[in-house]
């Protein structure tokens, strides 16, 4: 059978989707084809014709869609594209958490909720055979003017049984345009790899909570792959696509001390730096010397908020702020760059607890840090609160990227305030705190936050402008001197 993925990427994010390879080299063990249709480097006008293209050419058996909650307008609008004869299923986060929205579409035939190794073989099994669908597990689909829905099915306990992801269907720049480029200059290749799955915590603003509801009595929620796993899929990743920068994308990867301690000795003969995440309380003096000396090159922390009281109350979220800070002090005590995420516009938050978390972002001053506008993802715990409270309207506008403003109702944080607060703290976080009363200026003062923000737009664009006059220089000269000035 031959699978067309439909891969929405609205938010544009360079590194290849690992649960989509991961699907496609399921397919590929069981003898099935794939291929992804993924709109990531295409203009907005290119997309209805290459999908036209790719279903003529392609001529594919099924259509699944791999969507997140951002992503799923989008996803919809594509379908809306072409008319096929050929059946549609919907996968991927927002399918999981938000599965009556996702069946209602016109063009969507049936849903896959949960992991979908599994689920993908039976559906595609069943589809060749001519088999009923109505009582498979995962799936929920539309029959004889009904809609079937059936619970999931245990979960995947032995990792390591899972195929070796397929990354084949990835366009190469996925490999080398990434975003981790910044703590590695010299790396031109990056990997990004699952080592575990189910992240063991329940932080209500994130699609865990909905997934530990979901699967409860499916076995246990977070399993790891071991250590020689790991090892081999790099060394595959590796082969196929030179790779010279590796990306642990699991939330928590230093949780088994055991593990972490044989993959270290494991991976010291490949030889590549590498970057994880984890949550600060969970770092020692031992274990960030072990892992910088392995190869770890960056860390990334949650810290969320700046706030110790509304983490623990709000985001469930119980590290102590001195955790944080000895965190961080750790990887750069042992070389290791940091990267820190931060949210503002939080539910019930207010300006003095985000000054909190600024401060907390110049104390700690991080190699690089995130801040996005926090946005209630439909199903899970934050999303129903924020309803109880007021704070938004559930038939909100839905936003494909999450710093470009809030869907909260919030005395003091309108949308356009926090939009220009958060190009304020990128700017001035990192700076000396003498420099805090002109941010404070430029807060309340929005034509003078636009008039600064063009101004460093423009310094912006005219830096890249040199530095690419400069590569393509550097070029020039490179390419006289191999063919002798000729």
């Not at 490949?270 to 910088?292: C, G, H, N």
């Not at 990334?300 to 590290?319: A, I």
Request: proline residues 5%; aromatic residues 10%; charged residues 30%.
């Amino acid at each position: 059978m031959k699978v067309l993925f439909l891969y929405p990427n609205v938010a544009h994010a360079r590194s290849p989707q690992v649960g989509l390879s991961s699907l496609a080299g399921t397919l590929k063990r069981q003898g099935h084809d794939s291929r992804l249709f993924d709109i990531t480097f295409m203009e907005d006008a290119e997309v209805e014709a290459s999908y036209s293209r790719v279903l003529s050419e392609y001529q594919p058996d099924l259509i699944g869609v791999s969507s997140r909650s951002t992503e799923w307008p989008t996803a919809a609008s594509i379908l809306r594209m072409a008319d096929v004869e050929v059946p549609v299923v919907v996968g991927g986060p927002h399918a999981t958490i938000a599965p009556e929205e996702v069946i209602a579409d016109e063009r969507v035939d049936m849903l896959i909720r949960g992991e979908g190794e599994e689920a993908i073989i039976d559906l595609v099994d069943r589809l060749e055979a001519g088999s009923d669908l109505s009582d498979m597990p995962n799936l929920w689909i539309k029959q004889d003017g009904e809609v079937f829905r059936n619970d999931v099915r245990d979960l995947i306990q032995d990792m390591d049984s899972l195929t070796l992801p397929e990354w084949s269907i990835w366009d190469e720049r996925h490999f080398r345009e990434h975003y981790h480029q910044v703590f590695s200059p010299g790396a031109e290749v990056f990997g990004d790899l699952e080592t575990s799955r189910g992240c063991p915590y329940a932080c209500p603003y994130c699609l865990t909570p909905v997934m530990q509801k979901l699967y409860k009595g499916k076995g246990k929620y977070h399993r790891e792959k071991s250590a020689p796993r790991i090892i081999e899929e790099i060394e595959k990743l590796r082969q196929e696509k030179d790779i010279d920068y590796v990306r642990f994308v699991d939330e928590t990867f230093i949780l088994n001390r055991k593990r972490l301690q044989e993959f270290c000795g494991l991976y010291q003969d490949i030889q590549l730096p590498f970057s994880f995440s984890t949550r600060p309380e969970t770092v020692s003096d031992e274990m960030m010397k072990m892992l910088a000396k392995a190869g770890a090159n960056c860390v990334s922390f949650g810290l969320e908020s700046g706030n110790e009281q509304y983490r623990r109350e709000m985001l469930n979220r119980r590290t102590r702020q001195q955790e944080v800070i000895d965190a961080v002090a750790l990887a750069k005590k042992y070389g290791v760059k940091t990267f820190a995420f931060v949210m503002i516009g939080l539910p019930h938050e207010d300006r003095e607890k985000i000054q909190d978390t600024l401060e907390l972002i110049n104390l700690l001053q991080p190699d690089v840090f995130q801040i996005t506008i926090f946005y209630p993802f439909e199903g899970t715990p934050f999303y129903d609160y924020c309803l109880e409270e007021g704070l938004m309207e559930k038939d909100h506008e839905r936003l494909t990227e999450i710093w470009k403003g809030s869907v909260l109702n919030q005395p003091g944080l309108p949308s356009d305030y926090l939009i220009r607060l958060r190009e304020l703290a990128l700017a001035f976080a990192k700076r000396n705190q003498r420099w805090w009363p002109l941010m404070y200026f430029m807060e309340k003062h929005p034509g003078a936050f636009r008039a600064w923000h063009a101004s460093r737009q423009a310094r912006g664009l005219a830096g890249r402008g040199a530095r690419k006059l400069l590569k393509m220089r550097s070029e020039r000269r490179a390419a006289l001197s191999g063919s002798g000035g000729e």
